[in-house]
């Protein structure tokens, strides 16, 4: 079966500190990989996505930044955190096809003092 | 942006009372889904709907999509503590890799 894991669950870390959150799937070959972040207690914002290795799509400009370099990692990394990269963040696949189910990760809980 | 509006924002209910959520848009959709998330995970997927005019049933959760593929509802009959979560609806962003535009969700408290 297939399985998503990401790590750390949470983390506390002051402004201007670099960010590098890790998200690793299991069970599957070629997934579509994505970021997103949720305000607290609201819906998912799309951040970053993924069709294959190197190959990133950004949605929303940002300080945060993504990559892919292998075929079921994707890492998600800022070079200076600002206040306003607090939330939570989700790590998600689903297979290339339509009316897929996303599978998400249990997220990081990221706080920026 | 395909923006999907959802309400209420807030729900909180006894248990055994009934209820419907609503997920709307001005665009069509080809699909559109529903999870159900509890606090510090992640999402999981109730439904897929596909057809207008669809309705899926999960024990006492009924999903319809609307005839035209921009709303969508969910129903719970004799709500239970258990239902107690976060409900999102998303709907396929087909320009953005299959990712998954997403409603602000509709935060449900059901108390004994």
């Known amino acids: 079966s297939q399985t998503i894991h990401q790590w750390p669950a949470t983390l506390v870390q002051p402004v201007g500190s670099p960010l590098s959150l890790e998200c690793t799937v299991e069970?599957?070959?070629?997934?579509?990989l994505y970021w997103y972040r949720q305000a607290a207690g609201r819906g998912l914002q799309l951040l970053f996505y993924?069709?294959?290795?190197?190959?990133i799509s950004s949605e929303v400009p940002q300080n945060l930044s993504a990559s892919r370099p292998q075929d079921r990692q994707f890492i998600l990394s800022s070079k200076k955190l600002l206040l306003s990269d607090s939330g939570f963040y989700l790590c998600?696949?689903?297979?290339?096809?339509?009316?897929?189910?996303?599978?998400f990760g249990d997220g990081t809980r990221l706080s920026i003092l | 942006t395909q923006l999907l509006e959802q309400s209420p924002q807030f729900l909180s209910i006894q248990e055994g009372e009934n209820l419907t959520v609503y997920c709307n848009s001005s665009?069509?959709?080809?699909?559109l889904q529903w999870y159900r998330q509890e606090p510090g995970e992640g999402p999981v997927l109730l439904v897929t709907?596909?057809?207008?005019?669809e309705v899926k049933k999960l024990k006492r959760l009924t999903f319809q999509f609307g005839d035209a593929r921009k709303d969508s509802s969910l129903h719970i009959t004799a709500a239970q503590p258990g239902d107690t979560g976060l409900y999102l609806c998303?709907?396929?962003?087909?320009?953005?890799?299959?990712?998954?535009?997403f409603g602000k969700g509709t935060s449900l408290l059901v108390t004994p």
């Open positions: 998600a696949w689903s297979v290339t096809a339509a009316y897929q189910p996303q599978h």
């Open positions: 069970g599957t070959s070629n997934p579509n």
């Open positions: 993924s069709v294959g290795i190197g190959q």
């Open positions: 665009s069509v959709f080809s699909s």
């Open positions: 709907v596909v057809t207008g005019g």
């Open positions: 998303a709907g396929l962003n087909s320009n953005s890799g299959y990712a998954l535009n």
